[in-house]
């Protein structure tokens, strides 16, 4: 094909193009060839392909399918493109159709990093499902299939016509099933469906109809993958109800998605409490018996702790998000449960209680010692009778003697 790149085997079919495994013999490396089928039935076809090379090739990113060439070959385009060899996760999924939460918090951190780059080059990717999520053979996740991704300072870009939502409705945003324009937070709606899939074997909304289906996105809360038999931390399960939130402003943003599973945070470990700050001598010294008081913890930390921990084992779920999300929720939500002390927490505050009552105790001994020392002071500065003063008699009948 085009005196270049020897096809081999089809790896894929999809709606606009068949993908073959092929040879670059002027680089001597293995490649990925997209050919467009039946670009004269549909005009569109043909601007869509054109568009997800140009998007493509504006991403550079370890988590994005790269792409290395475009052209015209016998009347059909071709897209030539990364080699990834492990397949997509609609065809790596085991048979109970459940993955391990931590296999799902890295895929989870890695596409969500694919993602925030294409939405920092404005570019929303608009069909995240599991077909196009691809597995390298060493575990690494590549975002593919641009086809209908839409750039955010282009309304045109989207190549569909007014009332028509282009994507799978399995994983379809609330507001793109309005009819609204697709942003960042929709491709994140579409992740958290299919991390949800993943974790419990099926996707949070199933109807027999397409217009069931997008009734359930946009008015049903999704059932707590818990519920469904899914092994997960309380932590996770709370997150990710926060990804499928009806409300985009009640999403957090891509970055803050690969952040947080990154990280340990979905395992519901708590994090460590700030170190306390230095007491000046002068306090020390002003202290009784030249102890420094201590320092209380920063309420906005604490709050912070409760909202990363998620909610504990047994209690209602909530779409609470950690802070630093992008908006204040706007939507109805069901309020967070308050957290319950750590045994770490409950020693500490008995430990503070322990050293108040000494203070207590010596207080109160300061003050009956300060009430005895007045009235012995009183007692002993108070006017006697003079001695040198001859008493006073009263006279009898007889007089005196």
């Not at 568009?51 to 792409?67: F, I």
């Amino acid at each position: 094909m085009a005196d270049r790149y020897r096809l081999h085997t089809t790896v894929g079919r999809g709606g606009m193009g068949e993908v073959w495994r092929a040879t670059d013999e002027l680089l001597g490396r293995t490649v990925a060839v997209k050919l467009l089928l039946a670009q004269d039935a549909d005009p569109s076809a043909a601007a869509r392909f054109r568009m997800e090379a140009q998007t493509s090739a504006s991403l550079s990113h370890p988590h994005v399918v790269g792409v290395f060439d475009f052209g015209s070959w016998e009347g059909r385009f071709y897209l030539v493109m990364e080699l990834v060899e492990g397949g997509s996760l609609e065809n790596r999924t085991p048979g109970s159709g459940r993955h391990a939460p931590d296999r799902v918090a890295s895929i989870a951190a890695q596409a969500a990093a694919g993602l925030a780059a294409a939405h920092r080059q404005g570019v929303v990717h608009r069909d995240i499902k599991p077909g196009n999520l691809l597995l390298g053979a060493d575990g690494t996740l590549k975002l593919g299939d641009f086809g209908i991704a839409r750039f955010l300072d282009d309304p045109a870009a989207g190549l569909t016509t007014t009332g028509q939502i282009v994507g799978t409705g399995l994983y379809l945003a609330p507001e793109r099933a309005l009819g609204q324009t697709a942003g960042p937070p929709s491709d994140v709606y579409s992740l958290g469906c299919v991390l949800y899939q993943l974790l419990t074997g099926q996707p949070p909304f199933r109807a027999d109809t397409a217009t069931a289906l997008l009734y359930q996105h946009v008015d049903t809360p999704p059932v707590p993958p818990r519920e469904l038999g899914a092994a997960l931390p309380p932590a996770f399960e709370n997150y990710l109800l926060g990804l499928l939130a009806k409300d985009p402003a009640d999403r957090p943003t891509a970055r803050q998605v690969a952040d947080w599973f990154g990280g340990d945070a979905w395992r519901g470990r708590p994090e460590p409490l700030p170190s306390a700050a230095p007491v000046p001598a002068a306090i020390t010294a002003a202290a009784p018996g030249g102890s420094a008081p201590r320092p209380a913890q920063a309420p906005a930390r604490a709050a912070h702790s409760r909202s990363a921990h998620g909610r504990e084992a047994g209690a209602a779920t909530t779409y609470q998000l950690p802070a630093g999300r992008r908006a204040a929720p706007t939507g109805r939500r069901r309020s967070a449960p308050a957290r319950r002390p750590a045994p770490a927490d409950r020693r500490r505050g008995l430990t503070a209680l322990a050293r108040r009552r000494p203070r207590v105790a010596g207080v109160l001994a300061a003050a009956a010692l300060f009430t005895a020392s007045v009235l012995i002071g009183m007692a002993w500065f108070a006017p006697a009778d003079d001695p040198g003063t001859p008493p006073t008699t009263e006279p009898t009948a007889a007089g005196p003697k």
